[in-house]
């Protein structure tokens, strides 16, 4: 049943009020993980100092990080942008906003895209319900931040505009989404693969060799910051000719790196919010979904499957755009059969949500660090963006917005000293420990973070603890 165009105006007003809700709502509790140390520097730490780096015009500057420059790590040219935002509002809190943004207007772009399908006005909710009730959405934007998940409303745009006849638009929305990292080619290339199968065989084309240009490209701009290829995919032969032919004649060494049922949780995951509302006419997105999803597959870096990282963000994207292939189907169907359609998304995302969301974390790993975090924020103000840190990984995600940082964890800091701070937590506050909270003392690292005390105080760096939860060196301090 076509809707009018008041239905169809009233809908996309009432899903722009839904997306700054939900974009509110990812941004609070992103934020307040970061503010309760649930963030990590790789990778919102590196992209914060490869960021300050390109705002203070130091582009070609080594990260004291990565020990690669910004462009050196997968040669993502969204850092400009970025910087320069970066350089306005120099603050983490920039990046979870920018991200929450990207995330949250989803259900708005999916909503004005039904509408100019025609679909009915049940199903454009049920879909927007799918969207904010989607888990991989809610953590993705929890886990750290990365450039290419700000680019998922241009992956949709992209889609829908394979089919129509503006060129300009189409492959705008490609290159910006290209340009987030080198990786992203993967997503063209299942872009181009989606044209092909809807008729668009010169778009289509085009579109693979514009991704496999600039995945050549890109890899060999960003080759100091190692082969991702090599490090992932190893496991299956020296060169890219002998993975493809273990992949041909042993398929089933990937079982080697990814159980059956990890591959099964990370597939029902990702898919559980929208399987009641894709139809046969989706199978052109799942097409155009497979080269992400079997790179993630065959892996050997679990994080590729993990609903907290950003490597199935294009796979999102397909789904989001299945959906509004399959729905124009749906709504000539009869009003019983929508409202159950309604109904069975609705469950799958609640259940979807429930069982994948992880919100116990909060209490579990977050909270408890409430104290720590707040006499954190009372020490870090006194820090300079000028001066050297040398601190743990945690306490570096909310300083690395500097040209000199490093994390006690990696032995490399050694190179570096001195420092003109290091700030530490005491023996008695909390550290995620593989999931647990430990104290401090009680770790590996705590005992580190003692002997590297005691080398400051005998460098002549004034020591103290000025609260119950940190501890805080100064060069030169009196």
């Not at 983490?92 to 259900?107: D, H, K, M, V, Y």
Request: proline residues 4%; hydrophobic residues 50%; charged residues 15%.
């Amino acid at each position: 049943m076509a809707i009018s165009f008041k239905q169809g105006s009233s809908i996309e007003h009432a899903a722009f009020v839904v997306s700054i809700v939900y974009a509110s709502i990812l941004f609070a509790t992103a934020a307040v993980q970061h503010y309760l140390f649930g963030t990590q520097v790789w990778d919102i730490g590196l992209f914060e100092q490869f960021s300050w780096l390109i705002g203070e015009g130091k582009i070609a500057a080594i990260s004291s990080l990565r020990q690669v420059a910004p462009l050196e790590d997968h040669f993502s040219l969204l850092l400009l942008p970025l910087g320069a935002i970066y350089k306005v509002f120099p603050s983490t809190f920039t990046f979870i906003g920018l991200q929450s943004i990207a995330l949250g207007a989803l259900p708005a772009i999916a909503a004005s895209l039904a509408v100019k399908r025609q679909i009915d006005a049940r199903l454009i909710w049920a879909l927007i319900c799918a969207i904010v009730l989607c888990p991989y959405s809610f953590l993705v934007n929890r886990g750290d931040f990365h450039p290419d998940v700000l680019t998922i409303p241009f992956m949709i745009v992209a889609i829908y505009e394979v089919t129509q006849g503006r060129r300009w638009r189409y492959y705008l929305c490609l290159l910006i989404t290209l340009f987030a990292k080198n990786a992203q080619a993967l997503f063209g290339l299942g872009l181009g693969l989606y044209a092909l199968t809807k008729g668009r065989y010169l778009r289509g084309l085009i579109s693979i060799v514009i991704s496999i240009f600039w995945w050549f490209l890109a890899t060999h701009l960003s080759s100091a910051g190692g082969d991702h290829v090599a490090m992932r995919l190893g496991y299956l032969g020296d060169t890219k000719l002998e993975m493809l032919a273990t992949l041909l004649v042993r398929p089933w060494i990937v079982f080697s790196v990814a159980s059956p049922e990890s591959i099964f949780l990370y597939t029902l995951g990702l898919s559980l919010p929208f399987l009641a509302l894709l139809r046969k006419p989706a199978l052109a997105c799942l097409l155009g979904a497979a080269p992400v999803y079997l790179v993630n597959v065959i892996s050997d870096s679990g994080i590729q499957r993990e609903l907290n990282h950003h490597y199935s963000i294009p796979i999102l994207a397909f789904l989001i755009a299945g959906c509004l292939d399959s729905l124009p189907l749906v709504s000539v169907k009869a009003r019983r059969i929508q409202k159950n359609v309604f109904n069975a998304t609705l469950v799958f995302s609640l259940v979807a949500f429930l069982g994948y969301s992880r919100v116990m974390y909060f209490k579990s790993r977050y909270l408890p660090r409430l104290p720590e975090a707040v006499a954190f924020q009372s020490v870090v103000s006194g820090i300079g963006s000028q001066e050297s840190v040398l601190a743990s990984s945690n306490y570096v995600v909310h300083l690395a917005g500097r040209e000199k940082i490093s994390q006690v964890e990696k032995e490399d800091y050694q190179v570096k000293w001195p420092f003109d701070v290091i700030i530490f937590p005491s023996e008695k506050a909390l550290i995620n420990v593989r999931g647990r909270l430990k104290e401090v003392g009680k770790t590996k690292i705590g005992r580190t973070m003692n002997q590297v005390l005691e080398r400051a105080k005998a460098s002549g760096m004034s020591c103290s603890q000025p609260n119950d939860y940190v501890r805080l060196c100064r060069k030169g301090a009196g």
